[in-house]
């Protein structure tokens, strides 16, 4: 009895939270005004000879935070991980479609993943910082991409713009194990925006972290919008109510056969798809009938 | 639970009891298996040291024997330690650059079945017998050209390789594939992550595997006997010419009759197994301290 209510005072507690944040974010403009940045069209993914993801078609939209929300097994960090072709490390991985980034197909097989990944940055779910110095951490990938010019000034700029500059400033050449998981993924985050790509893929960012880590990554990602593109897979509704202008919600279904895959279901602003989805099965999810 | 259940544990019966001698037993058994592996290893460095240490001094290591001596020389084997210190060190050179690259293909770039073939091909390489490398060596490189010390690094190296391969192979697999991704995910090609980021990793992997192949080469006799054995008395360390090595002098002197010359073999027989020993347990210090380091990597 008791632990139900504190379930529901929490529940309630978040929504009223995530209704703040919204009701203090500008309008859309509408969407043929918006610069695209990704154009996916009929994207399929498979591992092996189980399909992750079918038929999947949206755009995604310059200096916007899109966000990729949906169930366990949906194929949301397949998705995400096709944007920069992490899958291609993946043995068995193989997709379809086209995904156009500004104009140009990247899933082509002629296209160089390395390339795609040096404008394509990446955010994991558990901080993976490199067993170097705080300051290694940002500056060996600046080094090895030959931005060497400057080199103190741009780790300073990318840790300031991750919000760590003034708690690591004084210890740079520390581990950067020795920071805490927050820290880290700020580190992490400093990391891939130091070597000025244009989208910031992040998967599920904060599912790793406590409440207030997490608060100081969505706040970083409000904050950094207008430099970069974001793409955030999150299981987390309040998140990206939170934190994103577009959203797509994934789901998975199931053929006759039983087997499953993901799909997209629904994409549209954040604030359409929280309070007036036009799938009932969005509707389910984002009221928590379902997942 | 139910209050028959709870008498069973206070008032043990027939089938509890026997259950606990064949338990008692059992451990028993363990324990003495233990207890004769650890017991072997103590006869064997007890007896040797009993017999060498006594005969172990700096003359030992610095001159070189005498043939015929007659009387009390001061006479030493000086040459092949010197020998063995350039054939191993020879080996390694050779095993090291080869074991390594081989096991970056292996784990970093082979697909799954390549990668399957290649270490079984190292298990069967680390299977076969020594001498049979020996002899492979011997019609390879010896015959119509005579024995080098070279060429007994080269038998040596062949055995070190599927170690070195194999150890280096665990070490890297234990490296957390999430370091890889980042350093991908920011757009570095392959080869510098590994270069940058796999292989600092890996350094307390490297040295403890070579650390433990110099260990187990360092005793080889037979493809040393077959490769760089016609020796003379002068130290020498030029591979280009046969040199004596530590485990053929131990073979050649405790053949002599001479009492002297035995006593020489346990004297020569100790040091390599202080080598031994002393390579093995800081091979296993610094195997604990690098897991260790990649562990704090992986969190």
Redesign the interface.
């Known amino acids: 009895m008791r632990e139900t209510k504190g379930v529901s005072v929490s529940v309630s507690s978040a929504i009223e939270r995530a209704v703040r944040v919204e009701t203090k974010r500008e309008p859309l403009p509408p969407r043929e005004r918006l610069q695209q940045v990704f154009e996916i069209e009929d994207l399929t993914a498979v591992y092996g000879s189980n399909p992750a993801l079918k038929d999947v078609s949206m755009e995604v939209y310059k200096n916007l935070v899109t966000a990729v929300i949906g169930p366990s097994g949906c194929g949301k960090s397949t998705f995400i991980r096709c944007l920069n072709r992490m899958n291609d490390l993946v043995p068995g991985f193989r997709q379809t479609g086209t995904i156009r980034y500004h104009g140009q197909d990247i899933a082509a097989k002629d296209v160089d993943p390395v390339a795609v990944r040096r404008t394509i940055g990446m955010v994991f779910q558990r901080p993976n910082p490199f067993p170097k110095s705080i300051q290694d951490n940002v500056a060996w990938g600046l080094k090895v991409l030959g931005m060497k010019d400057n080199l103190p000034e741009r780790v300073e700029r990318a840790l300031t713009q991750a919000a760590l500059w003034d708690e690591v400033k004084d210890r740079l050449k520390a581990s950067a194990l020795s920071l805490s998981g927050g820290q880290q993924q700020r580190l992490c985050i400093a990391r891939a925006i130091a070597v000025e790509p244009d989208v910031v893929l992040m998967d599920e960012p904060a599912s790793a972290l406590d409440p207030i880590a997490t608060q100081a990554i969505e706040q970083l990602v409000h904050e950094l919008k207008s430099e970069y593109s974001f793409v955030i897979v999150t299981h987390n509704m309040q998140q990206a109510a939170r934190v994103a202008d577009m959203t797509a919600f994934f789901s998975i279904s199931r053929g006759d056969e039983g087997e499953r895959w993901g799909e997209l279901i629904e994409y549209d602003a954040t604030e359409k798809l929280f309070t007036a989805p036009s799938d009932k099965r969005t509707e389910d999810y984002v009221t928590g009938r379902f997942g | 639970m139910r209050a028959a259940d709870l008498g069973m544990l206070q008032r043990p019966n027939d089938r509890l009891r026997r259950r606990r001698a064949v338990n008692r037993g059992m451990e028993l058994l363990a324990w003495l298996a233990a207890a004769i592996a650890v017991a072997i290893l103590g006869i064997v460095v007890w007896s040797v040291a009993k017999r060498g240490a006594s005969e172990l001094n700096l003359d030992l290591l610095t001159k070189p024997p005498v043939p015929f001596a007659i009387g009390p020389v001061q006479q030493g084997l000086a040459n092949a330690f010197a020998g063995s210190l350039v054939i191993v060190g020879l080996a390694t050179a050779m095993a090291l650059p080869v074991g390594i690259l081989v096991a970056i293909y292996v784990n970093e770039f082979a697909?799954?079945p390549i990668r399957l073939g290649v270490g079984l091909t190292l298990d069967v390489l680390n299977g076969i017998p020594s001498i049979v490398i020996g002899i492979f060596v011997f019609g390879l490189l010896v015959v119509g050209h005579g024995q080098k010390g070279w060429v007994g690094a080269f038998a040596l190296a062949v055995l070190m390789l599927p170690l070195v391969a194999r150890s280096m192979i665990e070490v890297l697999a234990l490296v957390?594939g999430?370091?890889?991704?980042?350093?991908?995910?920011?757009?570095?090609?392959?080869w510098?992550t590994t270069l940058?980021?796999v292989l600092?990793?890996t350094v307390g992997g490297v040295v403890t595997g070579t650390v433990l192949a110099v260990a187990r080469v360092a005793g080889e006799t037979a493809p040393l006997l077959f490769t760089s054995s016609i020796v003379g008395n002068q130290t020498s360390w030029n591979p280009g010419h046969a040199l004596q090595s530590i485990p053929v002098a131990i073979f050649e002197l405790s053949e002599q009759p001479d009492p002297a010359d035995h006593a020489r073999a346990w004297a020569a027989a100790f040091v390599l197994l202080l080598f031994i020993l002393f390579a093995s347990l800081s091979a296993r210090w610094l195997a604990t301290r690098s897991r260790r380091?990649i562990g704090?990597?992986g969190?």
């Open positions: 697909p799954r957390p999430s370091l890889r991704e980042a350093s991908l995910a920011l757009g570095v090609p392959r510098r940058g980021i600092p990793q380091k704090r990597a969190r």
